[in-house]
């Protein structure tokens, strides 16, 4: 079995920062992508950033420069710093990790949601 563990989200005021955290539990044969997703009440759960374990990272058009995406493959965690926030980043974010167990079943699952809120 194989569990996600996010934290690091809370209340902070717009400008100010957060850094998020999501780490893999259990034994992977590889994991090859780790993302973070984002969703808003009445609105589809959307991408913000995606790290391979090879090739470029990836963002969204509304958090480049502003957000960055790692991964310490050692820990099997993914984090995203979350700089110059906006009230527009309010939403629950959801960390997605895909890869293979170390009995090579594909695995691909989600975090239980960090709220981050950003105040005016």
């Known amino acids: 079995q194989a569990t996600l563990v996010e934290s690091g989200g809370g209340l902070v005021q717009t400008g100010g920062s957060l850094r998020l955290s999501c780490a893999a539990s259990?034994?992977?044969?590889?994991?090859?992508?780790m993302a973070w997703y984002r969703q808003s009440p009445g609105k589809e759960r959307e991408l913000v950033a995606a790290a391979p374990r090879t090739g470029f990272i990836n963002y969204a058009d509304s958090v480049k420069g502003r957000f960055t995406i790692s991964r310490d493959n050692a820990k099997k965690t993914v984090y995203l710093q979350m700089n110059r926030l906006k009230p527009e980043d309010t939403a629950v974010y959801y960390c997605?990790?895909?890869?293979?167990?170390?009995?090579?079943?594909?695995?691909?699952?989600w975090g239980q949601g960090t709220q981050v809120t950003v105040s005016s």
């Open positions: 259990g034994l992977f044969f590889d994991i090859n992508l």
């Open positions: 997605n990790v895909q890869g293979h167990l170390a009995d090579l079943t594909p695995f691909n699952s």
